[in-house]
């Protein structure tokens, strides 16, 4: 069955540096998501993403985030400057229909650690 | 905006017991809802969703839920819990439009005494 995968499992920073978080979403999907689940609390919408572009973004999703899709199979999710706050779990997820609810399927998600 | 509500933050229950687990929504529209299962290091996967028609929906590993819009409810339940259901769940609702994001719940633990 085709699933979503997510690298690295686990990365740990410094506060300030650069982090790229990659997914690799189900082959024939459209949307793309990232979501973010700090320890012991509930799961976040970060960003979506359709036909190259953010279609839909949260207030958490701010400046130092950004997403692309660098070629026809990964989809990243870059943070300019970790802050300790940005510490959590973060979930890739896709969908395969445009303009409908539509199951996500999640990857196993990036626990991110900043020191 | 949307928002789902778990108001059990942990469960524990007997194996073999019944589950119920409750989940209400507050969305101006036809809510789009889903249950999500996550074990423990492991990503989130999908029981059930309802987008409309029969009320009652089933899912994967025996479980149901039932949409009931006059009390916003979507409730998950399972007849006979397996110590392999202990795991967290979560509950959430989708807008239906492009986009399409999920808000989710806060989650209910849940643990299987044997």
């Avoid at chain 1, 700090?38 to 839909?56: A, P, R, T, W």
């Avoid at chain 2, 036809?30 to 309802?50: E, M, N």
Wanted: with cysteine; charged share 20%; aromatic share 14%.
């Amino acid at each position: 069955e085709p699933e979503v995968t997510q690298t690295p499992s686990h990365q740990v920073t410094q506060m300030g540096q650069e982090v790229i978080l990659r997914c690799v979403p189900i082959s024939n999907h459209l949307y793309f998501y990232w979501y973010r689940q700090i320890l012991g609390q509930k799961v976040e919408f970060l960003v979506s993403f359709y036909n190259n572009e953010i279609s839909e973004k949260s207030e958490i999703f701010d400046d130092q985030f950004s997403v692309e899709r660098p070629d026809g199979s990964n989809f990243t999710l870059k943070i300019r400057s970790t802050k300790l706050e940005d510490s959590a779990m973060y979930f890739c997820a896709s969908t395969g229909l445009a303009g409908t609810a539509d199951t996500q399927y999640f990857g196993p998600g990036t626990r991110l650690t900043v020191l | 905006a949307q928002s789902v509500t778990q108001p059990d933050i942990h469960i524990t229950v007997s194996e073999g017991a019944s589950l119920e687990l409750r989940c209400n929504y507050s969305y101006g529209a036809t809510p789009y809802l889903f249950w999500y299962v996550q074990s423990p290091g492991q990503g989130l996967q999908l029981l059930l969703k309802y987008f409309s028609g029969d009320t009652l929906v089933q899912g994967i590993k025996g479980f149901e839920a039932e949409f009931k819009r006059s009390q916003s409810s979507f409730n998950l339940r399972k007849p006979s819990v397996h110590w392999s259901d202990a795991a967290e769940y979560f509950c959430a609702v989708a807008k239906g439009n492009a986009g399409n994001m999920l808000t989710f719940g806060g989650g209910t633990r849940l643990m299987v005494k044997p």
